[in-house]
């Protein structure tokens, strides 16, 4: 569920109708709604009562810190893969120990940034990645907490780009050398193995894949801790898919998730880490465009909108469907027409939707994509020279600017001219 409603005829974010934020800030916007990612958060952190845990959100999904301080108040640690999505977890004011650094390329810089700056775990992926953070926490005398990511080999059935458990991804080392790479591990001075990390994908819509993946991680932590390891928790990483198209998708809930992951795991004594990130912000978020142009073409109408590929890419990227509804709600009984609706960046690639059926729709009117909160803005870029678009953060009756668009003038300010021009 989220606080994306029409009320009195049109579409509001909780108590704010869309229409007046478009009115304030133009258009194409995002817009987020503090209640509905706080209901998602919370969701989780309850399906996994009873048992010790952190849901640490994988900030990846939708990083503005407006939305980080939201999460974080609510109790939530950060999944970070970068130094600078580390930068923003501490901006938020998240405490290292809340912090798990995850991906597979860490620098030595980001490294020291999150040693210094206070960690609750690395998660390594890899012998050479492991060699080298030994290294830079011996340099700066300090130890650093580790668990390794394991590959289980196990088929998420989701999009191939975004699935990451097969033994052909690059992620994690392969489980069947697990007990081998933990031995080396335990052997380097700088690090100190706290755990197992495990995440197989992204949009699941079901949970037999975590739980194979999980009974795998199980049997892992007998063996190591018949090896001599301590382990002592279990990142269960993220991937829970949302239902992105309303009227026919049902993925299973938290709570089921949250069953899952007690059944399998739940008698190892194991504290429990989760990194959720598309079910934390995708449904908390909407993209709000205009419709420029309705253009007819030969066998089709194009809606021609003022958000492109380069605002929201999932579409173009991985085919991904979202929910593309009018701001006015349509009257009763209206018949729905086909369109193709379009961006005007300059590639066929920009289409969000073809042969989709929408009621019938004019220039200048406002469409909202559901379920853009997670992959939305993080992903966008200023292709075409289109400046980014406002994000903005909806609370009861209030909501704030928290990212300005851009002028022209600060998106050229960026370049800078050689001298010998
Ligand atoms: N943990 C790790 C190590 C991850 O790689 C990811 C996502 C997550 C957690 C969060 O997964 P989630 O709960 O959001 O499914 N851009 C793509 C999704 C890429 C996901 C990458 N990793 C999209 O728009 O569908």
Redesign the pocket.
């Known amino acids: 569920m989220d606080h994306f409603l029409y009320k009195d005829g049109e579409l509001h974010a909780e108590d704010v109708p869309l229409r007046e934020i478009a009115a304030s800030v133009g258009t194409p916007f995002y817009c987020y709604s503090t209640a509905t990612l706080e209901r998602h958060f919370r969701l989780f952190d309850e399906a996994l009562e009873g048992t010790e845990h952190l849901v640490c959100y994988?900030m990846?999904?939708a990083s503005n810190l407006a939305i980080l301080k939201v999460l974080a108040a609510a109790g939530a640690g950060m999944?970070v893969?970068s130094g600078g999505e580390y930068a923003r977890a501490k901006a938020a004011g998240v405490s290292g120990d809340k912090i798990v650094f995850?991906?597979v390329g860490k620098t030595r810089e980001e490294m020291r940034l999150a040693l210094t700056g206070g960690i609750r775990q690395f998660?390594v992926e890899s012998e050479p990645e492991m060699q080298r953070l030994n290294e830079v926490a011996l340099e700066l005398g300090v130890k650093a907490p580790i668990t390794v990511?394991v590959n289980p080999d196990v088929d998420a059935k989701t999009?191939a780009?975004?699935a990451?458990g097969k033994k052909e991804n690059k992620?994690g080392i392969p489980i069947s050398r697990a007990r081998e790479v933990y031995a080396v591990a335990a052997r380097l001075q700088g690090l100190d193995v706290v755990g197992i990390?495990v995440?197989i994908?992204?949009?699941?819509t079901d949970l037999e894949p975590f739980r194979q993946a999980y009974e795998k991680v199980k049997e892992l932590t007998l063996a190591l801790r018949a090896d001599g390891h301590t382990i002592k928790r279990l990142d269960l990483?993220?991937?829970?898919?949302i239902p992105y198209q309303r009227s026919n998708d049902a993925p299973p809930l938290p709570t089921d998730y949250g069953a899952v992951v007690k059944d399998v795991l739940g008698d190892l004594g194991c504290e429990i880490e989760i990194?959720?990130?598309?079910?934390?912000?995708?449904n908390a978020g909407v993209l709000v465009s205009e419709v420029v142009y309705v253009k007819e073409g030969e066998d089709r109408k194009f809606l021609i909108l003022d958000a492109a590929m380069n605002d929201l890419?999932?579409p173009a990227?991985?085919e991904?469907y979202h929910d593309i509804v009018p701001l006015m709600e349509p009257p009763v009984g209206q018949v729905p027409e086909p369109y193709d609706v379009v961006g005007p960046v300059c590639e066929s690639g920009d289409t969000f939707a073809k042969g989709r059926n929408m009621p019938r729709m004019n220039e200048g009117e406002l469409v909202a994509f559901r379920s853009a909160g997670?992959?939305?803005a993080v992903?966008s870029s200023e292709y075409n020279s289109r400046p980014m678009i406002p994000e903005v953060l909806v609370k009861g009756d209030q909501f704030a600017v928290i990212r300005p668009r851009p002028s022209l003038e600060d998106m050229l300010k960026r370049d800078s001219i050689p001298q010998w021009l």
């Open positions: 994988a990846k999904a999944d893969v995850s991906g998660n990511r999009h780009k975004i990451t992620f990390d995440h994908g992204s949009q699941l990483g993220g991937g829970l898919g990194e959720p990130g598309r079910l934390i912000a995708g890419i999932r990227m991985y991904a997670a992959y939305g992903m």
